[in-house]
């Protein structure tokens, strides 16, 4: 299995920056699709933006221009770098990891984090 763990999240004003961090353990050897997708309140969860292991990004409209996504294949990890914030982002956070190759050979679907909040005040 895999465990995400993200970070970053918290109470920032409009027009401000945030970074979000995620972190995958388990016996892993590769995970092809990293990213971020988040859920405000009384809302569907959405696409943030997502990064394959060949660097490859696809980001929301609604972010694109504001936000960065990074990884790094050897860590297993992901960043999200949120700039020009605006109080429509305010939403849980989270950490999305698809097609993990673990040391077993076996493929994993799809996996989730917990997510963090992240709040942006007008």
């Known amino acids: 299995q895999v465990q995400l763990v993200e970070s970053g999240g918290g109470l920032v004003q409009a027009g401000g920056s945030l970074r979000l961090s995620c972190a995958a353990s388990?016996?892993?050897?590769?995970?092809?699709?990293m990213g971020w997708y988040r859920q405000a309140p009384g809302k569907q969860r959405e696409l943030v933006a997502t990064?394959?292991?060949?660097?490859?990004?696809n980001y929301a409209d609604s972010v694109k221009g504001r936000f960065t996504i990074s990884r790094d294949n050897a860590k297993n990890t992901v960043l999200l770098q949120m700039n020009s914030l605006k109080p429509e982002d305010t939403a849980v956070y989270y950490c999305?990891?698809?097609?993990?190759?673990?040391?077993?050979?076996?493929?994993?679907?799809?996996?989730w984090g917990k997510g963090t909040l992240v709040t942006v005040s007008s």
């Open positions: 999305y990891a698809g097609m993990v190759l673990f040391t077993s050979r076996n493929y994993g679907a799809s996996y």
């Open positions: 990064i394959t292991d060949g660097g490859s990004t």
């Open positions: 388990g016996s892993i050897i590769s995970i092809r699709n």
